[in-house]
């Protein structure tokens, strides 16, 4: 199984971006059976949560800092996740990580609780 983001890149504060996590090495029926995840280390500091789009009912949650300025999505058609970013920060620069967990019982918001990684797309805010 294989995760490649792909749509970072250097923004100014207030910018939009659209991050993508393309999975391949799964079947169809795996992927949309699969929750997805964002997290972004920022130089310095901790990888950390961002969003969460449940498979299933799609399902959706987001941390503080974020909430209403980024979107989760995903098309199960084409084996891709997304992250919608606007009104963007110099606090938002980091590295963004998409994960994937195959049929999770409960929506997971931790590192430890997803199985693949992708090697992160670096997105920088600055004027």
């Known amino acids: 199984v294989q995760l490649v983001e792909s749509g970072g890149g250097l923004v100014q504060p207030g910018d939009s971006l659209r991050l993508s996590c393309a999975v391949t090495?799964?079947?169809?029926?795996?992927?949309?059976?699969?929750?997805m995840g964002w997290f972004r280390q920022a130089p310095g500091k901790e990888r950390e949560f961002v969003a969460v789009?449940?498979?299933?009912?799609?399902?959706?949650y987001y941390t503080d800092s974020v909430r209403g300025r980024f979107t989760i999505s995903r098309d199960n058609a084409r084996n891709t996740g997304y992250l919608q970013m606007s009104a963007l920060r110099p606090e938002d620069t980091a590295v963004y990580y998409c994960?994937?967990?195959?049929?999770?019982?409960?929506?997971?918001?931790?590192?430890?609780?997803?199985?693949?990684w992708g090697q992160g797309t670096r997105v920088t805010v600055s004027s």
């Open positions: 994960a994937a967990v195959t049929m999770p019982r409960v929506l997971p918001t931790q590192e430890h609780e997803y199985h693949y």
């Open positions: 090495g799964f079947s169809g029926r795996t992927f949309s059976s699969s929750t």
């Open positions: 789009i449940n498979w299933g009912d799609h399902v959706t």
